[in-house]
């Protein structure tokens, strides 16, 4: 059982930062960020395993980083020129298997989500 905790979300302006940080309770193979917005299936945002091989859904691509600290087990987030239509609940996720496609069902473990509100 792996237990994630996400931290990090809040309001802020269109164009600017925020950073998300997702606590695991061991060390996975696989984790990756998610988001859903209100009344939309959820999506993955970005990807990393634990060889540190990453991949970015194509709308975050050279806003947002994906990053990892092993020593910590910690996920990291970092969105930079946000836009309005992030605005959604982001959710860490994690497999103790190899990364698969970026895709809910490829994940066992969730955190309980942290909101970011992007205003225009």
């Known amino acids: 059982q792996v237990q994630l905790e996400e931290s990090g979300g809040g309001s802020v302006q269109a164009g600017g930062s925020l950073r998300l940080s997702c606590a695991a309770s061991t060390s996975t193979h696989c984790m990756a960020w998610f988001r859903q917005a209100s009344g939309n299936r959820r999506e993955g945002v970005a990807v990393?395993?634990?060889?540190?091989?990453?991949s970015y859904t194509d709308s975050v691509k050279g806003r947002f980083t994906i990053s990892q600290d092993n020593a910590s087990n910690t996920l990291y987030l970092q969105m930079n020129s946000l836009k309005f239509e992030d605005t959604a609940m982001y959710y860490c996720?994690?497999?103790?298997?190899?990364?698969?496609?970026?895709?809910?069902?490829?994940?066992?473990?969730w955190g309980q989500g942290t909101q970011v509100t992007i205003s225009s």
């Open positions: 996720a994690a497999d103790l298997s190899r990364c698969g496609t970026l895709y809910p069902q490829n994940f066992a473990y």
């Open positions: 990393i395993d634990s060889d540190g091989i990453i």
